[in-house]
């Protein structure tokens, strides 16, 4: 991927700026937590034309007691710029998972931009420090339909089988990652393991999806 322009990065400023200004101005509008429902946070996300999940961590970003205050805001926009990072909602979201207490969200921010980190980087920085997120986080949208549910698994075992084959790759002298031979053993079993579950699972879900696209009924 290209390096941001300053023109890219003047405008990933700015994204950052109005994600934190609508979410300011919701929480004007609606400060608190306990009297914003569904129904209402659907109804003022369907206005601006955001998603609702996304619309929530825009409200904590704008939170000064949980997000960023105007302060830090600055001081995040500044880093961007000094570093010509064009940063978007995905880096957004991650950070707002970091703990303020005692500058650790400021020291991996600034570690982030200092190194260039991806989205996915970022994570991975974030659960090795601070373990997996357990609670919360957008629910998974689930299809309307049972073929839509099972094309939906059948590309997660897709992308776990994709995930086994880059692991296992040999025809990469210097990957950027490692491998599965260097993980734990107790973990390459597991791995293993699942990955052979997940391809047979794969397999019968194919057959189920041709077996109902063939049917004049659809099961």
């Given amino acids: 991927m290209p390096n941001p322009t300053r023109s890219d990065v003047e405008k990933a400023v700015k994204r950052l700026q109005r994600f934190h200004q609508v979410g300011r ?3 004007k ?12 946070v659907e109804a003022e996300a369907a206005k601006l034309r955001i998603e609702p999940g996304v619309f929530r961590k825009l409200r904590r970003f704008a939170d ?5 205050s105007a302060a830090e805001l600055n001081e995040l926009c500044e880093l961007c710029k000094r570093h010509d990072r064009a940063w978007g909602i995905k880096i957004l979201l991650a950070l707002l998972r970091v703990p303020r207490a005692k500058g650790q969200r400021r020291a991996v921010q600034k ?5 260039g980190w991806s989205a996915s980087q ?15 986080g957008r629910r998974p949208a689930v299809p309307s339909d049972v073929e839509g549910v099972l094309c939906q698994l059948e590309a997660m075992c897709e992308r776990w089988s994709r995930l086994h084959a880059e692991l296992t790759a040999e025809d990469q002298p210097e990957p950027s990652h490692p491998r599965l031979r260097d993980l734990p053993g107790a973990v390459r079993r597991k791995f293993g ?3 052979e579950a997940l391809r047979k699972h794969q397999s019968s879900l194919n057959r189920q999806l041709d077996r109902r696209r063939s049917s004049p009924t659809g099961r």
Avoid: P, V
């Fill in 25 to 27: 101005d919701s929480l």
């Fill in 29 to 40: 509008r609606r400060g608190g937590q306990g009297a914003y429902g569904q129904r209402q």
């Fill in 64 to 68: 000064e007691a949980t997000g960023y």
């Fill in 111 to 115: 570690q982030a931009a200092e190194n």
């Fill in 122 to 136: 970022l994570e991975n920085e974030i659960r090795r420090r601070f373990g997996r997120r357990r609670s919360g």
């Fill in 193 to 195: 393991d699942a990955t």
